[in-house]
Structure formats: structure tokens, C-alpha cells
């Protein structure tokens, strides 16, 4: 009998490779918590081939039991990763899957293209030209001569994006509309983390997969990234300088009640802006606010209203497109914030405050109002509760037990699950510098002079890339002016405060071409896209040197999340909110250059910190592997690498 009509399948028919011993070890692992529906969650090394042990763990018990599996990751790359693994998998097994992408990135028209940057702007455009029958894309999905060998094709095999996008525009068939089509219908939907956890979205997701929560098992990739970001989705803001535009739309309405609560606004956001020092931040009484703004502008302060201010955005907005413009309203964003705002008085698991800031190309300053989410386990566990079955994965987890009390799986039957270390301690070693800090009351000429030297030796001895990721630009600043530049043979490449993504990834590709060339030192910041976001295999980045331990400075929102936390869990708070994050950016820089099981590193964390014993027990088990302590000795740090790198 052919393999593809076998009735019964294991694991070992959709893995396609000879496994390692750490992949089946997370198979067996997947396998039998799938039996007993146990969320799962899994610290195993990048290169560790996670992505393919899960799913061919997962795929015989979702088509087994007549479930979908949504793969969530954060970047395009790391969706599509899901997809060619899967393409790899349906070379002996029938298994089909999707990638999904934004609006934005699955449209083929140039009159929506335009506002690619504002994904609100791109739905109302495009909804605007499907109710006008006015995009020939949207047109021709009607057309079965276009539109059916797109489906049979991408039916029959793991659909990247890029894949799907082609094939859609060779065929003049809208792409989004083509992947719709295919959501029911597929074995795998590969996407990012806000179709399940953003509710905005979650809704026609499932409406569009026609699926509930219960048919569904999730798997979690890079899954430390998991509660900041969800905190990030529930936080909103808005600046004072927002409301002059607001108020023009308000008068163009006749909205008299608005100009008046607008009015209101800024004359407390203008007194707020003379009263506070520069980058103050003050907490504030959501409530107290409200009641002040009610006063003075004389209107009932409720959702209803709010709720108004929304609508008549929305109707702005649709007016907007009709006309072929941008479709935006600040007046809309003015009421979606002060909903949330509103929303929010009296939950513990928020927090409220007023910052004064100054234009980067200006002496102006403003005032923003801040709304922070300080729970992320009000949004994650809901989801998590209701779904077949959840699997989180990172190669940086860290403390899964705190992952699990910030995700509120702890409240599911769950279990963690750490795998040894699969890298030889040859290829991988790691170096705590004693005596070097970051810390605020140790900063000195002599301590930046002093950093450089141990980078500078680390670098001397690199034979090709290196990466320094520093806490902040200022501590990179003060490395620079205390000769990073002089000490080192090699160009820089510097990143720089406020680069767009697009700079970011320029910067990046000129980093790797020079690994070519003798190589050269890529300077960021850690919790930046180049420390988080990009791979760096082989000599792309040979060696990393990891500056100081980026804890977050002191502010409303992190005072208020140790508290909150504290209060919820006595005693972790200060580690949940403020140790775990720092450290997990920590481990992320230190693992660009470990991507694959063969892939050799040099780190060297230049802060004595790591090696204390609060700060070890958080960092990953692939570093905890192979750490050793070094003193703040320039040669012997030379005669460390020169000796790794002659192996
Ligand atoms: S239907 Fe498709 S191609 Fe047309 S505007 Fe919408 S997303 Fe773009």
C-alpha cells in the first residue's frame, strides 16, 4: 500500500528527515501530553529543529481527531519556515498548509498599496472598492477560468505567501481573497501572533477557518515573545499634538460636544506640558481625570460617547476613501483611546500616566497619556483554555514557570519541559567577564574604556563577523566615545535611534556582505530587530559580545506591573516584570549567531551580573551548558578566542 493511503499514521510519517536524538525526544515529549491534552511548554536550543519535531508530532493526532493546527510566529521568515517544512513533509504524506499574511502584504491594487503602512486605511479601502465593484481583482475571483486552477493548485501542496502572491497575481485573482478560500480547508495555518490573541481579529479568523477554539491546536513559536507582545496590542496611546486635527473634523461635523471635550483635553494636556519636567512621567487617576475633563467641558463622559467618537471616525473614513483619499480620522483614534481609557477605570491590570516628551527635529515638546496593560494572562488564557490543545516553544523561555504564571497556563493542566543542550560545548562557549557592569552607580570613563578593551580583544581574534549589543544607545554612544572605533581593526556598522524597518534591514544586508571582506562589527541594541529579529548562521556572526543586562529603566508602567504582579503572585513580581524580560533579550542577542546544530559562537557577556546566581538560572540551557567565568583581562580573553577559533 502506498504511504500516502496508509490508514494509520505516527509520527514518523510526516518527518521527513533522519531525526536527531533532541528531536525525537520533543516528539515523544509532544506525543504523549497530546494524549492526555496537557499544555505544553518546550525550551529547546535554536537549531534544535523544533518547527518539524512539533509538527510531525502534532499531525497524526489533529487528523486523527478532526483538528486544525495554527502555527503562530512573530516574522514572515519564520512563517514561511512552516511552510517549507511542511513542503518537505507532503513529499510522502498528504498534508496541505498555508501561510497567511496582513491585508496589506496580499494586495495586488495600487489604490490601497498607497496606505500599506495604516492596516485600518487598507481594510476600509478595500472593502470601499469591493462594494463598488471597482478592484478587477476582487472582480475576478467570479471568473472560474482564473480562479479554479489557482485553488487546485495551492490545494495541493504547503502554500508559501510568496507562493500564494504569485500565483494569485500571475492569475489577476486577488491573493488575500485566494488565501481566504483555502483557510477551511487546510491541515496548517501558519500566521502571526494577532489572529488568535488580538480580538479585534480573533473573531473573523475563526468565522473565516469555520472553526471554534476547541477544533484547534496551537502551537506557539518563539513563545517568550508571547506576553510583552499581547501587553503591547492591550496598551494604547495619544499625544496632545493629535487633537487640533480631531477638532477640525469635530467642526466640519458640527460635533459641538466634542470640540467642547476636545477643548477640554488640551487645555489640561497644555498646562500638563508647561507643569512637567522634560521626560517626566506622572501616574495618574483615570477616573479623576474623566471627572476634571466633565467639569470643564460640560458633557456626560461615558462609553456612549466615546463610543460616538468612533462611529463618526469610521464614517469620516469610509467618506475619505469614497473620494480616493487616505481613509483616516484623528477624531476616530481620539474616541478608540478614550473607550479603552474609559474602559479601564478601576482594573487593577492597568496603568495610567501622562509623559512629557520633545520632537526629535525640534525643540517643541508634547504630552502623551499613556494606558499600559499590565496582565497579559487576561487576554492569553482565555484562548489557551478554550483550544484542543497548546504548545509554546522558544529556545529562550528561560523560567518556564513564570511563563506559565504570566500566561496563566498554570491555571491548566500544563507542563514544562527543558531539553539538554544539543550543541557540542566545542561550538558553543560562553564568557561572563567579572568586574565589568552596567550598572548606573558603577558607569565611569574608566568602565566604558575598560568594556571596550574586552570587546576589542574578542574582535581582534574573530576571524570573520562580530555582533556588541548594548542596554541602550546611550551606552552605546559612550562605547563609541571611548574608542570602540580606534580599538578595533574592522568597520562598524552602527545602527541608529529611530531607523525604519527598512534602514534597519539595509544596514543589516551591508553587515553580512562584509563578512566576505574581512568582516566587520554590527553595533545595536539589545531588544532592537537586529538582536531579536535576524539570523546570523555560520560567519554572518562568529562571536557576540552582550554589554550590561538591559533591566528596564524605572517608570509608571514597570513600577506598576512589579506591583501588580506581586500582588498576584507574592514575591515574583519583580522577576516576572522586570528580571525575565531583561534576561530573555539577553539570551536572544546571545543567540543570533546560533541558528543550526553546526553553527559555532563565541559569546561573551560583559556584566558580572550574569554569573550571579539569580541571573544564571534564567538564562536558557544552551548557554547555562557552556558558561564559564573570565577576568576582566584583554589577553586573556585574546588567548580564549584565538584558541576557540583555531579549532
Ligand atoms: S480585494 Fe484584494 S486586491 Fe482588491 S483591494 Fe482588496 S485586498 Fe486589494
Redesign the pocket.
Known amino acids: 500500500m502506498d504511504i500516502l493511503d496508509s490508514p494509520v499514521k505516527t509520527w514518523e510519517t510526516y518527518f521527513p528527515y533522519e531525526p536527531r536524538p533532541v528531536q525525537v525526544g520533543i516528539i515523544n515529549t509532544i506525543v504523549k501530553q497530546l494524549e492526555t491534552k496537557t499544555h505544553m511548554v518546550l525550551e529547546a536550543a535554536n537549531g534544535a529543529g523544533k518547527t518539524i519535531a512539533a509538527l510531525a508530532a502534532t499531525l497524526p493526532y489533529a487528523k486523527r481527531n478532526g483538528l486544525k493546527i495554527i502555527y503562530l510566529a512573530r516574522t514572515h521568515t519564520q512563517i514561511d519556515r512552516v511552510l517549507q517544512e511542511l513542503q518537505e513533509v507532503s513529499k510522502s504524506v498528504n498534508v496541505t498548509g498555508i501561510a497567511m499574511r496582513g ?1 496589506e502584504s ?4 495600487p ?3 498607497k496606505y500599506a503602512k495604516n492596516n485600518h486605511a ?1 481594510h476600509i ?3 470601499q ?2 462594494t463598488a465593484k471597482k ?4 472582480t475576478n475571483m467570479n471568473d472560474e477560468a482564473k480562479l479554479l486552477p489557482v485553488l487546485a493548485n495551492l490545494s495541493s501542496r504547503p502554500a508559501t505567501a510568496e507562493y500564494i502572491f504569485d500565483l494569485s497575481q500571475a492569475a489577476e485573482i ?4 485566494t488565501a481566504r478560500k483555502l483557510l477551511q480547508d487546510v491541515d496548517v495555518i501558519a500566521c502571526s501572533y494577532l489572529y488568535l490573541f488580538d480580538s479585534g481579529i480573533r473573531p473573523s479568523f475563526l468565522d473565516q477557518i469555520d472553526c471554534d477554539l476547541q477544533d484547534i491546536i496551537v502551537i506557539i513559536d518563539e513563545a517568550h515573545n508571547l506576553p510583552e507582545m499581547v501587553n503591547n496590542i492591550a496598551s494604547d496611546n495619544i499625544s496632545s499634538f493629535s487633537f487640533s486635527a480631531a477638532i477640525r473634523e469635530a467642526r466640519t461635523n458640527d460635533r459641538y460636544d466634542f470640540i467642547s471635550f476636545m477643548d477640554s483635553c488640551v487645555e489640561y494636556l497644555t498646562r500638563q506640558n508647561k507643569k512637567l519636567p522634560l521626560h517626566k512621567e506622572n501616574s495618574l487617576d483615570p477616573a479623576f481625570l474623566l471627572e476634571e475633563l466633565e467639569l470643564s467641558c460640560n458633557e456626560d463622559l461615558d462609553d456612549e460617547f466615546f463610543a460616538e467618537m468612533i462611529d463618526l471616525g469610521e464614517a469620516i473614513r469610509f467618506r475619505l476613501a469614497k473620494q480616493g483619499k487616505e481613509p483616516r480620522s484623528s477624531l476616530g483614534r481620539i474616541g478608540e483611546f478614550f473607550f479603552k481609557f474609559y474602559d479601564s477605570i478601576g482594573k487593577k491590570d492597568y496603568s495610567h500616566s501622562l509623559k512629557k516628551q520633545k520632537f526629535s527635529d525640534s525643540r517643541d515638546t508634547f504630552v502623551t497619556l499613556n494606558l499600559n496593560s499590565l496582565d497579559p494572562s487576561k487576554v492569553i488564557y482565555p484562548v489557551l483554555r478554550d483550544v484542543s490543545v497548546s504548545i509554546s516553544m522558544s529556545g529562550t523561555i528561560g523560567n518556564p514557570d513564570a511563563y506559565q504564571m504570566l500566561t496563566g497556563i498554570n491555571n491548566l493542566k500544563s507542563m514544562a519541559n527543558l531539553f539538554p543542550s544539543p550543541y557540542d560545548k566545542s561550538n558553543i562557549q560562553s564568557f561572563v567577564v567579572k568586574e565589568l557592569t552596567t550598572m548606573y552607580n558603577r558607569r565611569s570613563p574608566m568602565m566604558w574604556t575598560n568594556i571596550v578593551k574586552a570587546i576589542a580583544a574578542l574582535a581582534s581574534e574573530t576571524p570573520k563577523n562580530m555582533g556588541v549589543f548594548t542596554p541602550s544607545y546611550s551606552i552605546l554612544r559612550q562605547l563609541i566615545e571611548h574608542g570602540l572605533e580606534r580599538e578595533i581593526d574592522k568597520p562598524l556598522i552602527v545602527a541608529k535611534e529611530g531607523m525604519s524597518s527598512s534602514e534597519n534591514d539595509k544596514l543589516v544586508e551591508k553587515f553580512k556582505s562584509l563578512s566576505q571582506k574581512g568582516g566587520a562589527i554590527l553595533c545595536s541594541v539589545l531588544g532592537g530587530r537586529s538582536s531579536e529579529g535576524a539570523d546570523f548562521p555560520g560567519e554572518l556572526m562568529q562571536s557576540v559580545a552582550v554589554v550590561g543586562i538591559p533591566y528596564a529603566p524605572p517608570s509608571v508602567k514597570s513600577d506598576a506591573q512589579i506591583k501588580y504582579l506581586d500582588s498576584k503572585f507574592p514575591g515574583s513580581g519583580r522577576l516576572l516584570a522586570y528580571q525575565i524580560p531583561a534576561i530573555n533579550r539577553a539570551s536572544q542577542a546571545a543567540g543570533r549567531p546560533v541558528r543550526g546544530l553546526n553553527d559555532r559562537a563565541f559569546i561573551l557577556l560583559l556584566d558580572f551580573r550574569f554569573g550571579t546566581s539569580s541571573v544564571l538560572n534564567l538564562l536558557p540551557q544552551w548557554i547555562q551548558h557552556s558558561i564559564d567565568k573570565v577576568p576582566n583581562d584583554p589577553q586573556k580573553i585574546s588567548k580564549l578566542a584565538k584558541k576557540f577559533f583555531s579549532r
Do not use: G
Open positions: 491585508r496580499f494586495c495586488l491594487n489604490l490601497v498599496l487598507v479601502m478595500c472593502s472598492l469591493k478592484c478587477v481583482y476582487y486577488c491573493p488575500a481573497e
